[in-house]
């Protein structure tokens, strides 16, 4: 499956970006699904994840302000962002898997919360 990020930019503090992943290949409707982060210097972190039957989990730095969605219909992966942070910065990447089997990535988006 080839997944390709698309939404990031350049938003103030306080202001919200939606983040899109748009999957081809292969229906994502079989794949556990994910969004991770990579700030310069730093290791790629979970952002938060949704299982195939809707489940999500949320690393505790984004619960309450992110939202992440599926659209098995459009193949895509959604990551709403609300009430950014200056530490949101980051590359973010999106993730399909099924474990022990298959693991893809994105090419990333780049996400600046700057004033």
């Known amino acids: 499956v080839q997944l390709v990020e698309s939404g990031g930019g350049l938003v103030q503090p306080g202001g919200s970006l939606r983040l899109s992943c748009a999957a081809s290949g292969s229906s994502i409707s079989v794949y556990a699904m994910g969004w991770y982060r990579q700030a310069p210097g730093k290791q790629r972190e979970l952002v938060a994840t949704?299982?195939?039957?809707?489940?999500?989990n949320y690393a505790d730095p984004v619960k309450g302000r992110f939202t992440i969605s599926r659209d098995n219909a459009k193949n895509t992966v959604y990551l709403q962002m609300n009430s950014l942070k200056p530490e949101d910065t980051a590359v973010y990447y999106c993730?399909?898997?099924?474990?022990?089997?298959?693991?893809?990535w994105g090419q990333g988006t780049q996400v600046t919360v700057s004033s």
């Open positions: 993730n399909a898997r099924i474990p022990g089997l298959l693991n893809y």
């Open positions: 949704i299982t195939t039957r809707g489940g999500t």
